[in-house]
């Protein structure tokens, strides 16, 4: 089980975009992750008529590590460590480590 998922609410706490937050669109093997609205490059295509792409500047989300995000605590509102621990009925689950709040329903 990893730390970081799909969809979960993060906080970038180092680089360019420190202190914006964003959902995860996708974990990348390399232990990058891509957070929607954050990390945003342009990136030049050329139009390519066989394929149907049209050219011009297009905005994207660029990887960014996973030292440089934390998970974003709601209740705190403030970033926050992630542990995991099993519960009474075996099943594994992640949860913050300020207030003991379980992050995986």
Same mark, same amino acid.
């Given at each position: 089980?990893?730390?970081f998922k799909t969809?979960d609410d993060v ?5 360019r975009d420190k ?8 974990? *990348?093997?390399?232990?990058?992750l *891509?957070?929607e ?6 990136r030049?295509t050329?139009?390519?008529p066989?394929? %149907?792409i049209? %050219?011009?500047i297009?905005?994207?989300?660029s990887p ?5 995000v934390?998970?974003f ?6 970033? #926050?460590?992630? %542990?995991?621990?099993?519960l009474?009925? %075996?099943?594994?689950?992640?949860f913050?480590?300020s207030? #003991?709040e379980?992050? #995986?329903?």
């Open positions: 089980m990893r730390k969809n906080i970038i706490i180092a680089g202190g914006k937050r964003g959902n995860i669109i996708k974990v *990348l093997p390399d232990d990058r *891509l957070v609205n954050v990390a945003m490059v342009k030049h050329k139009p390519n066989n394929k %149907g049209s %050219g011009g297009i905005e994207k989300e960014i590590h996973m030292s440089n934390a998970h605590n709601p209740q705190t509102k403030k970033a #926050d460590r992630v %542990g995991f621990k099993l009474e009925d %075996g099943t594994k689950v992640r913050f480590k207030n #003991d379980v992050l #995986d329903s």
